[in-house]
């Protein structure tokens, strides 16, 4: 049986690289099933002090700091928290995942960390406004997820969107608390759930498994 691909969406300040360690366990805990593909943001971040990038991203933040839109459009910023009209970058960050579904694809599913898992919920509302052709992602999976505070992005959270989907969170989450994460779940219709004990990361622990695994197994 040919394992699930999956492109991976970074968090803010992480790029595609970095992902790809910072998920080695769940690598390890999915690897007969899931082939997992990683996807830079388009966007250079200005580095930030290194007590913010402990904040975001744990000890030792990134050097090629990426995202995928910005909220502060003067300071070119961004943050889950900040209320604002309108933001910058999404375009071209919607056009180098339409590039990477093009040349890398087909994907069977599409996964997201914080930032990049606020992004996946609007691509799949994308996706299911047949805005994008070129998408065909059968499942999400999105850890950390949350709803843009952004208005123009107002548009991507109605009516529920159909694709099966998946949502882990920590209530120790700091950078997203869990209650960002919950508000997030009525954008979906039928969303599982998967709540750990700890902070902003991907949990892949051997308990966690099977929540994963019962929640692929019906697109293997």
Same mark, same amino acid.
């Given at each position: 049986?040919?394992? &699930? @691909?999956?492109?991976?969406?970074?968090?803010? @300040?992480?790029?595609? *690289?970095?992902?790809?360690?910072?998920?080695?366990?769940? #690598?390890?805990?999915? /690897?007969?099933?899931?082939?997992?593909?990683?996807?830079?943001?388009?966007?250079?971040?200005?580095?930030?002090?290194?007590?913010? &990038?402990?904040?975001?991203?744990?000890?030792?933040?990134d050097k090629d700091s990426r995202g995928w839109w910005f909220s502060d459009v003067q300071a070119l910023s961004f943050s889950?928290?900040?209320?604002? $009209?309108?933001?910058?970058?999404?375009?071209?960050?919607?056009?180098? +995942?339409?590039?990477? +579904?093009?040349?890398?694809?087909?994907?069977? *599913?599409?996964?997201?960390?914080?930032? *990049?898992?606020?992004?996946?919920?609007?691509?799949?509302?994308?996706?299911?406004?047949?805005?994008? =052709? $070129?998408?065909?992602? @059968?499942?999400?999976?999105? +850890?950390?997820?949350? #709803?843009?505070?952004?208005?123009?992005? /107002? /548009?991507?959270?109605? =009516?529920?969107?159909?694709?099966?989907?998946?949502?882990?969170?920590?209530?120790?989450?700091?950078?997203? =608390?869990?209650?960002?994460?919950? $508000?997030?779940?009525?954008?979906?219709?039928?969303?599982?759930? &998967?709540?750990?004990?700890?902070?902003?990361?991907?949990?892949?622990?051997?308990?966690?498994?099977?929540?994963?695994?019962?929640?692929?197994?019906?697109?293997?």
């Amino acid at each position: 049986m040919a394992p &699930l @691909r999956v492109l991976c969406i970074h968090g803010y @300040r992480q790029n595609g *690289g970095s992902f790809r360690e910072k998920t080695g366990a769940l #690598r390890k805990l999915l /690897k007969k099933h899931v082939e997992l593909v990683y996807l830079s943001a388009p966007h250079c971040v200005r580095p930030a002090s290194s007590e913010a &990038l402990e904040k975001e991203n744990g000890p030792g933040g990134d050097k090629d700091s990426r995202g995928w839109w910005f909220s502060d459009v003067q300071a070119l910023s961004f943050s889950a928290q900040q209320q604002c $009209e309108e933001s910058l970058g999404l375009d071209d960050s919607v056009t180098t +995942v339409r590039e990477a +579904v093009k040349n890398e694809g087909p994907f069977d *599913g599409i996964l997201g960390f914080s930032q *990049g898992a606020a992004f996946v919920a609007m691509l799949c509302c994308l996706q299911e406004q047949k805005l994008e =052709p $070129e998408f065909n992602f @059968r499942f999400s999976i999105l +850890v950390a997820g949350f #709803r843009s505070a952004c208005e123009e992005h /107002k /548009k991507f959270y109605n =009516p529920p969107l159909q694709i099966p989907s998946l949502h882990v969170f920590g209530l120790e989450d700091r950078v997203i =608390p869990d209650n960002m994460s919950r $508000e997030l779940l009525p954008s979906f219709q039928d969303p599982q759930v &998967l709540i750990h004990p700890g902070g902003h990361f991907i949990p892949a622990a051997s308990a966690h498994r099977q929540a994963y695994q019962d929640f692929l197994q019906r697109f293997q």
